[in-house]
């Protein structure tokens, strides 16, 4: 059984910073592809970044491109999403996500672990 805590979220303003952090328990997690989704109201969830097991494969949606970046310490058990030049349209709540299939998948469906969520807002 793994478990995921995410932490980091907040309010911030546009063109600001936030790091998002994601803390795992479970001695299976260096095996994990992990990935940070996110759902703002009335919107379906879609992944922004995911990162493969090694840390190698990574995969960001394009709305995210060249702002965040994924990373993870597999020696600590955690997951990073470092997010810059925040927009409104960033404005969600972000989960992180673990997926026994070890790479850096956007699909849902391949990931079985999920945590609370923690709110991210972008102020104009």
């Known amino acids: 059984q793994v478990q995921l805590v995410e932490s980091g979220g907040g309010l911030v303003q546009a063109g600001g910073s936030l790091r998002l952090s994601c803390a795992a328990s479970?001695?299976?997690?260096?095996?994990?592809?992990m990935g940070w989704f996110r759902q703002a109201p009335g919107k379906e969830r879609e992944c922004v970044a995911a990162i493969s097991w090694s840390g190698i494969s990574t995969y960001y949606s394009d709305s995210v491109k060249g702002r965040f970046t994924v990373s993870r310490d597999n020696v600590k058990n955690m997951v990073y999403l470092q997010m810059s030049s925040l927009k409104p349209e960033d404005t969600a709540v972000y989960y992180c996500?673990?997926?026994?299939?070890?790479?850096?998948?956007?699909?849902?469906?391949?990931?079985?672990?999920w945590g609370q969520g923690t709110q991210v807002t972008v102020s104009s």
């Open positions: 996500a673990g997926g026994q299939g070890a790479s850096a998948s956007k699909f849902l469906a391949s990931y079985d672990y």
């Open positions: 479970g001695r299976a997690f260096s095996r994990f592809g």
